[in-house]
């Protein structure tokens, strides 16, 4: 591990809460009350003590002062106000202005509520291009935005595929199917970072081939913000979504946020209005006619969880501290470069190209499908188990926990490892790799 | 107070904490440290030491569990299914079985998913049949789907108002409207309390005209949940809506909840579909085709937030400890007529004929406009200060506050005070009245 510095081994923010191994089950460590190895905040971001601090503030204020602070906060964080300090934490992570951006709703939601504003097919353009196998979220919700329209999903919805052997979409078979059917694509919808490959898509090459086709260019960012650094108003993206509960560290369900261009600022109303989203100067004098507050913030429509808004500030506030995308991206970039330089040195590890060229793995082993390049990978890595199908991936899963290594399975052969630059060490990595290599030798 | 009978100075549950007057800014309290007369339950309800005990709770298994508390939850409440012990309490309380409620989202989202789904107009039957002055949101709400259709709000969306000099509906005045144009209406909406007035429309004879002349009807049941008791399954109610941030005290911008109707289940599928809708057995294999829950939990989209989940079932456990709504109307109707009857002993008080007929008030004053039946009302009285438009509400409002009582204010002229069974007392009800006497006293 010399070759490593060694800053690597002290965690970039020592905010946060890390679950312990006899809490999670390791069965095999002895160290019961240490720090269990969580590689999992690509699945659920751990609690911050300073996120845990705001919403028990909340939650004091609250009992202290009712209904009153809405307008009237002791700690001066009114709640009709209360996302006004995430809001420009937010921009500044995606790349955006303030008004761009805008913390509300959830995830899946708020992809239907863009998708009810920018989604607007016409006979000659309709069709909705995304990567195949898309959160299933996603796939439901493409699937019955076309199917509202009286489309024909199956016709409507474009899915770009890994070549034959391949686990990642190539950025050329992406942009040759946009200049081939360009015209006939109302929406380009991506992951930011696909969920199960962990590939970072070339967004900006994405973006600008979709725009050059006259498509709206939406992007699901959930596993890319706070990730990797986006640059969603130069890149000219039209609008992004995302969840915060994941590198964001807001807790179970958090509150979400979208990114609308400000591009869109002067003809895009808000489809489907609600009060919060009326401009807040006139909006407890109740009027009748709805005035939307300019840009994101506009789309509101409810007033917004001010426990899930308080949890978030304070995850977005240990982010700022230690020094926001550049920081943590820089550190990220280390911690996976060695956890996948940890892995490739198993003697269980096949190489992705020799699983691409044979389809005869009889023997335990695994490979990494997440692209090698720092540009098209975030913190997560992907590993696949082998032989595939063969239930090799649940063991080695059962295995992990057992040694304190939390990553998170997805069926049926991936295991997904993410080193989290805010409280993650090379140690973390070291040690699961270590216990991956002992899950093995007891198959 | 004799007439009273005395166990409505002990509260229905003392699990609730009280903000105490030297929060409020109730300067001309000497009794700084004493529970305020807090009477803004319809607003946002207080916080029960249940609900903060269970947030304490999620935020601990955050932190010492991390994603494994989506699974596997030491308090055997695992985040995938965190809603479950929230469901046959919101059942009960709306008169639904369980497979019509569902906990999630925002109320104003919630309206809106409702009339994506339920609002089909045609070229015939188009039109929304509502309140005057519904609440704006919802106003909003019902502008912005008329003209998602292409339709003309003004000549789409038909507003029953008060007759000339009333301030509340005639239940004929709705029957008529719904009689005479029954065959061009698509949707009926109204609040089932409403926020102003504090009337409670007889909601099972309205839903029954309208199902009669072949509408869809639906309710927002913002002030009406925990209030009063409601049995939207008997009354063949199509879909309902509500938050349960007022007298479900949730916290604000608590999670929501919806109701649709059993007879609903088989033919409407959730338009627009996310994962959480998908039925829990197969959600997390990732299928690719939604298979949604059957009933109103099919709808959810995204998954919900623990923290607002956690808060929203600890009040509920303690509503449902204090005896569900059998105990809290009876309670509520003593306090409400206690209060009501201190305030027309006031020589400051008018009777609402006398308003009625003339418009001569030069002196300051307040008549109620709440109806005074009990089957029209909840726990809510609005007071309308007189001269209207003077000026004189926001005086008395912050007079009040300096005597610790908190109502709450709706611009122009009203003032809303609702004894919550649940943590109010008759000594909460007098002496608010007393304070408003001696407010008058020094305009
Ligand atoms: C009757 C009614 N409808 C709708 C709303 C809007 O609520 P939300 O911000 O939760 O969507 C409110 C809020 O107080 C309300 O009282
Ligand atoms: C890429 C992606 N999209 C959508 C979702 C759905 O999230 P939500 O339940 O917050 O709507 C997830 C959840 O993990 C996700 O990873």
């Known amino acids: 591990m010399s070759q490593y510095p060694p800053e690597l081994n002290v965690p970039l923010s020592n905010q946060f809460i890390i679950p ?23 699945s659920l971001g751990l609690l911050s003590e300073r996120s845990k601090g705001l919403v028990l503030e909340e939650l004091r204020i609250w009992g202290s002062h009712g209904v009153v602070g809405h307008f009237s906060h002791p700690l001066d964080r009114p709640w009709t106000k209360c996302c006004d300090e995430v809001h420009p934490l937010l ?66 919805i474009i899915q770009v595929s890994p070549r034959e052997g391949e686990y990642t979409l190539r950025e050329e078979d992406i942009l040759e199917i946009l200049d ?10 991506f992951s930011g970072i ?26 699901d960012l959930a596993h890319a913000v706070g990730n990797v650094p986006l640059e969603l108003h130069d890149w000219d993206v039209d609008f992004a979504v995302w969840c915060t509960y994941k590198y964001l560290n807001s807790g179970p369900g958090g509150i979400a ?23 807040l100067a006139t909006r407890f004098e109740m009027p009748s006619k709805f005035s939307p507050i300019p840009g994101a913030q506009g789309f ?53 190209d020799r699983v691409s060229n044979s389809t005869d793995f ?20 992907s590993l696949l188990f082998l032989p595939t199908g063969s239930g090799v991936m649940r063991k080695i899963f059962d295995a992990l926990v057992k040694e304190g290594v939390i990553g998170d399975e997805r069926e049926p052969d991936v295991i997904r490892l993410a080193p989290t630059p805010l409280y993650n060490t090379l140690k973390d990595c070291e040690h699961a790799a270590e216990s991956l290599e002992r899950a093995f030798s007891t198959l």
């Open 20 to 42: 312990k191994n006899s809490d999670i089950g390791a069965t095999l460590r002895e160290d019961k009350e240490s720090s269990c190895t969580y590689l999992c905040g690509n």
């Open 300 to 352: 509101q429509q409810s007033n917004p969880c001010v426990l899930a808004v308080a949890s978030l500030l304070g995850s977005l506030q240990v982010v700022k501290e230690a020094g926001m995308m550049p920081a943590l991206r820089g550190r990220s970039l280390q911690l996976t470069t060695a956890l996948e330089s940890f892995l490739v040195k198993s003697k269980y590890f096949v190489p992705l």
């Open 91 to 156: 921009a500044e992570l995606v790349g955006a202005n303030e008004k761009e951006v805008v913390c509300m709703g959830t995830l899946t939601n708020n992809l239907h509520l863009m998708m009810d504003s920018f989604y607007k097919p016409t006979p000659e353009r309709y069709k909705v291009l995304c990567e195949a196998k898309a959160f299933p979220s996603d796939q439901y919700a493409f699937t019955s935005q076309a199917a509202a329209h009286g489309l024909d999903p199956e016709t409507t």
């Open 180 to 189: 081939k059917e360009g015209p006939t694509i109302a929406l380009v919808i």
């Open 194 to 219: 696909q969920y199960y490959t962990g590939q970072w898509f070339p967004m900006k090459s994405i973006t600008k081939k979709a725009k050059e086709q006259g498509c709206v260019c939406g992007w």
């Open 257 to 279: 946020g979208l990114f609308v261009h400000e591009n869109w600022h002067k003809t895009e109303r808000p489809k489907f209005a609600g009060w919060w989203g009326h401009e």
């Open 362 to 381: 009889a023997k335990p082993g695994f490979t990494i499908i997440t692209p090698t390049k720092h540009s098209a990978r975030g913190a997560q890595l």
